[in-house]
């Protein structure tokens, strides 16, 4: 009887537990419209399925949203999951209009980066409001704007709303890394799934500081990624007869050179604009600088002053940054080999022989050999298109009257980069605003305002319709 008593009241507790945490979900909840707890129903299903390259499985998150769309109406003709390897599906979604325009892309990728529970506050994996915060990894890369596109779907075809075009969500792998990218196999292998006039994709986001709306931004471009590998050989010897040919030290002369060199500055359209709208909102000596480097040629003193921050610099040239390091075989045998990683962010349209050629002459050092590993995937700038400006101008200044809708060069890289190649022109803006000095993507306790979330999700509702009506 004691027994059962136990149990019972065992029971009893369960109840009372589960019952506070349903209400607590519940409140969180409150005051939020339909299509707001949608997004964020999909946006915790999403945040909870690992997606990593080692680990998880973009196929289950492709499928879970295909499950939502089919719920919702959409028919299965218009609902696809496929992709090249099991674990690594992609998402085709169709919301279809009357086609008198090409169709509208939609895209975000599936996939995240690596999250170790021991170097978070909590299980990366498991999806937490707390503090006026979402957190979970891919919170603000990219699963937020992967369940607003799937909720803003479901919600326009709710509405019985006909564009003037198709408009197709594609969610996708292996972005981050990995063997299987997915918009790239999927222009290969299935293009007219996905082909359409132009794209909006993330690369693009607003910025808080201080609690301050600053600017929202409008990606175009992307700098391009290739490393060098520099390596130095010598036949070596023991290490109680040293000479002066060392191979290390060939090799730390030549990056020491290379630390003290700066490529010179080059600005395109996107990042000329960029500069000249930043001017408008910096105050002091840093609004004029902004002026000054926008001038041809740019004042040399204010490239210096931009310079001091990393951002600034990444956007008026092109840069390189021993990464890695490889030396030596033994402590007492003089080094056979040295060798470094340079990973370069070369600008649009740079040559790769010809930054190539600038390592070998900075460098300044025969014995050093600098070879390129891998060829690089460069792609054109978006044009700046009105008809995709003006709809993000208008949109931003009635949600956050005042701010700036500034054109952007990211610093990293996107998958736009595989549609501007196919010659679809890609535009990363999602109007979520992130602080400037708190951004965590692929760190720890990686998180997304709720208010950010719900304020990106409107935004991107008033684009998509913007771009699809007549």
């Not at 690596?114 to 503090?131: G, K, M, N, T, Y």
């Not at 101008?393 to 595989?418: H, K, N, Q």
Request: charged fraction near 25%; hydrophobic fraction near 40%.
């Amino acid at each position: 009887m004691g027994k059962n008593h136990r149990y019972a009241q065992l029971l009893l507790v369960c109840f009372l537990l589960f019952g506070f945490w349903h209400q607590n979900v519940q409140a969180q909840a409150v005051g939020l419209s339909d299509s707001e707890q949608l997004a964020r129903a999909l946006f915790e299903e999403l945040i909870e399925i690992n997606t990593t390259d080692a680990h998880g499985n973009t196929t289950e998150a492709a499928e879970a949203m295909a499950a939502r769309l089919i719920a919702a109406g959409f028919s299965k003709e218009d609902v696809r999951v496929l992709g090249p390897h099991p674990r690594k599906g992609n998402l085709v979604a169709r919301l279809r209009g009357t086609g008198s325009r090409q169709p509208l892309l939609l895209l975000a990728h599936l996939d995240v980066v690596e999250a170790l529970r021991e170097d978070w506050s909590f299980d990366p994996f498991v999806f937490l409001e707390q503090d006026g915060y979402y957190y979970g990894r891919g919170t603000s890369d990219d699963k937020a704007m992967a369940a607003i596109w799937v909720a803003n779907l479901i919600r326009l075809k709710r509405e019985g709303y006909e564009p003037n075009r198709d408009i197709v969500v594609a969610l996708t792998a292996d972005e981050e890394g990995g063997d299987y990218n997915g918009i790239d196999w999927l222009l290969q292998n299935h293009r007219a799934l996905v082909d359409a006039a132009y794209a909006l994709n993330e690369g693009g986001g607003g910025q808080v500081k201080e609690g301050k709306h600053l600017l929202n931004e409008v990606q175009l471009s992307e700098k391009v990624y290739l490393s060098f590998r520099l390596e130095v050989t010598n036949p070596g010897g023991h290490s109680s007869l040293p000479v002066k040919d060392n191979a290390i030290y060939h090799l730390a002369e030549g990056l020491a050179r290379l630390a003290r060199f700066d490529f010179p500055v080059t600005l395109n359209d996107g990042t000329r604009v960029f500069f000249e709208r930043m001017a408008e909102i910096e105050v002091g000596e840093v609004a004029a600088d902004m002026k000054a480097v926008t001038q041809v040629p740019p004042d040399p003193a204010a490239v210096s002053r931009l310079a001091t921050s990393a951002y600034y610099n990444a956007l008026m040239r092109t840069t390189c940054v021993a990464t890695m390091l490889d030396a030596g075989h033994a402590e007492n045998a003089l080094p056979q080999a040295a060798a470094a990683v340079v990973n370069c962010r070369m600008l649009p349209g740079s040559s790769p022989e010809e930054v190539r050629q600038t390592l070998v002459d900075v460098v300044s050092d025969e014995k050093v050999a600098i070879t390129a590993m891998g060829a690089p995937t460069p792609s054109p700038p978006s044009p700046l298109n009105p008809e995709i400006m003006q709809p993000i101008e208008r949109i931003t200044e009635e949600l956050w009257p005042g701010v700036p809708v500034v054109p952007t060069m990211v610093t990293g890289a996107t998958d736009g980069l595989y549609l501007r190649n196919a010659g679809i022109p890609t535009y990363g803006v999602s109007g979520l605003f992130e602080d400037i000095d708190d951004n965590r993507a692929h760190g720890r306790d990686e998180r997304l305002g709720v208010k950010a979330f719900f304020e990106g999700q409107e935004f991107l509702y008033r684009l998509v319709r913007a771009l699809s009506s007549d």
